[in-house]
């Protein structure tokens, strides 16, 4: 298995386990469970679905933005920038 690969099937397997674990979330919250747990169980989610974005950059820099920084459009590259910067600043907020 080659190294994108294996990413993708992090990404993939991550974000299945937080779709699993945002269904059970959904029915503990409609059974008035503790909201404490309810709460633990939640930033489980959010550690997955960080994980799951962690995986899905290295993938696409991995891929996508070494295919277009390694070409000569300096118009694509400028965009693929931008995107990276993008991102970036959605992650700090």
């Known amino acids: 298995m ?3 690969t294996k990413n993708q099937s992090k990404s993939l397997s991550a974000l299945k386990k937080a779709q699993s674990l945002l269904a059970k979330i959904i029915e503990m ?3 008035n469970r503790y909201c404490v747990d309810i ?5 489980a989610v959010i550690g997955l ?3 799951a974005n962690q995986e899905l950059l290295a993938d696409h820099l991995n891929s996508c933005f070494k295919a277009v920084m390694n070409s000569n459009n300096t118009a694509k590259q400028k ?3 931008e995107e990276i910067l993008q991102l970036n600043k959605l ?3």
Do not use: C, F
């Not at 709460?39 to 930033?43: C, E, I, S, T």
């Open 49 to 51: 679905l960080k994980s």
């Open 79 to 81: 965009v693929m920038i």
């Open 2 to 4: 080659n190294k994108e």
């Open 39 to 43: 709460m633990q169980q939640n930033l």
């Open 29 to 31: 919250k409609e059974d």
């Open 91 to 93: 992650s700090l907020k």
